[in-house]
Structure formats: C-alpha cells, structure tokens
C-alpha cells in the first residue's frame, strides 16, 4: 500500500519529469557539458534565491519559488545522471535513453526517503519551508567542500548521497507549499 508521502512524492517527481523531458525536447542535453561542481553551483544558485526572496519578505522577479524547487529536484536529477554517465562522452543523448536514468534515481532516492521517513516518523511535517531551505544550502556546502577535496571523505557519505538529501528536502518543500497553497 502506498503511504500518502510516496504518493506525493510521486506526483512532485511527475511534475518535475515532465518539465525535464520538455525542456531536453527543447535544447537538447545541453547540460551534458556541465562538471558536477557546475550543477552544485546552479542548485545553490536556486537555494540561495530561495532563502533571500524569505529572509526579504518580497521578490523582484516574479517566477515562483516553487519553480526554483522544482529548478533544484531537476539538477539533483541530472547529476546522479551525469555521474553514471561519467564515461560516456556524448553531449546529445534522447529522453527515451534518459528517462531510465531519472526513474531509477528518482526511484532510488524516493526509497531512501521512506527509509528515512520510518526511522523519523515523517518529521519533515512539523518543519519550515525556511528550516528546509537552510539545510538544503547546509548540504550543497558539504557538497562543495567534498568537491574542493577532489571527493575524498574520512566519514562523510559522497556527493551523490548528498544530492538525494537535497532532492528529497527539495520534494518536501514542494509538499508543503501545496499544503499551504
């Protein structure tokens, strides 16, 4: 039986397919030619945007901020697949190749979620949007400071461990701001 979070987390990372196969009918796979420092930096870019538009109170730019959760599940995405194409040296691949790579990420990272979930009994609930977002950027700093150390960790999980916490933070959020809405 399927609990109500995996069924939201389902209908988010639907959402978030549909748009990443739009958009790679649209320019292709042009992100292939990003190094995985390049995809952390644009996650960031997409957290830190989300935590000055709370801490402000207001936004200049109009594009929702649920457009720059679903901007950071998406990246997530596209570096767990960069890093199992690590050897393939091709900047065009088509969705039907990619597609099961998102699934079995997607697929991956929703089952460490319910992992998660049952050791912690759903405590993502009780927590801020603004709380979620700052352990996002929380996270994209470990990333970045195992990428400074060429990956090297003495007790620390790797980048892509990292990169599905803060795809399924980045779900949480998209949750809860349905919730709100």
Not at 35 to 59: H, M, N, V, Y
Not at 79 to 89: G, K, S, T
Request: glycine share 4%; net charge negative; charged share 30%.
């Amino acid at each position: 039986m399927e609990t109500q979070t995996a069924s939201e987390y389902s209908e988010v990372i639907g959402l978030c397919k549909e748009l990443f196969k739009k958009k790679t009918q649209d320019y292709g796979t042009a992100w292939r030619i990003l190094r995985l420092p390049s995809l952390t930096d644009q996650i960031f870019i997409k957290a830190q945007r989300i935590r000055s538009i709370q801490e402000k109170g207001e936004q200049k730019i109009m594009d929702p901020v649920k457009e720059e959760f679903i901007g950071i599940i998406n990246y997530c995405l596209i570096a767990l697949m960069q890093i199992d194409l690590a050897d393939d040296d091709r900047l065009e691949i088509g969705f039907p190749e990619l597609e099961p790579l998102y699934d079995k990420w997607a697929d991956a990272t929703k089952g460490l979620l319910e992992n998660k979930n049952h050791d912690y009994g759903e405590a993502w609930r009780s927590m801020r949007i603004a709380s979620i977002t700052d352990i996002i950027l929380m996270k994209l700093y470990r990333v970045k400071q195992i990428e400074d150390n060429q990956g090297k960790t003495l007790v620390s999980e790797g980048v892509a461990a990292n990169y599905q916490d803060i795809l399924n933070y980045a779900v949480f959020c998209m949750i809860k701001l349905k919730e709100d809405a």
